[in-house]
C-alpha cells in the first residue's frame, strides 16, 4: 500500500490552522454572537425615543 505524500515542507496555510484549533472555533462561535448581539440590543435600546 502507499502512504499519502505528507512531505510537503511548506508553511500550514492559515485557515487551516484556524480549522484544526478546535477550541479558537468554540471561543469564536460563542464570543462573536454575544458581541454582536449586545451592540444591537444597544443600538436598538438607544432608537427608542425619550418619553415625556
Same mark, same amino acid.
Not at 469564536?28 to 435600546?45: E, N, Q, R
Given at each position: 500500500?502507499?502512504?499519502?505524500?505528507?512531505?510537503?515542507?511548506?508553511?500550514? $496555510?492559515?485557515?487551516?490552522?484556524?480549522?484544526?484549533?478546535?477550541?479558537?472555533?468554540?471561543? @469564536?462561535? !460563542?464570543?462573536? $454572537?454575544?458581541?454582536?448581539?449586545?451592540?444591537?440590543?444597544?443600538?436598538?435600546?438607544?432608537? @427608542?425615543? !425619550?418619553?415625556?
Amino acid at each position: 500500500m502507499t502512504e499519502p505524500n505528507n512531505t510537503e515542507d511548506g508553511p500550514v $496555510p492559515f485557515m487551516q490552522q484556524l480549522l484544526d484549533n478546535p477550541f479558537l472555533l468554540l471561543f @469564536i462561535g !460563542v464570543a462573536l $454572537p454575544s458581541v454582536l448581539y449586545t451592540i444591537w440590543g444597544i443600538v436598538d435600546v438607544m432608537s @427608542i425615543p !425619550v418619553g415625556q
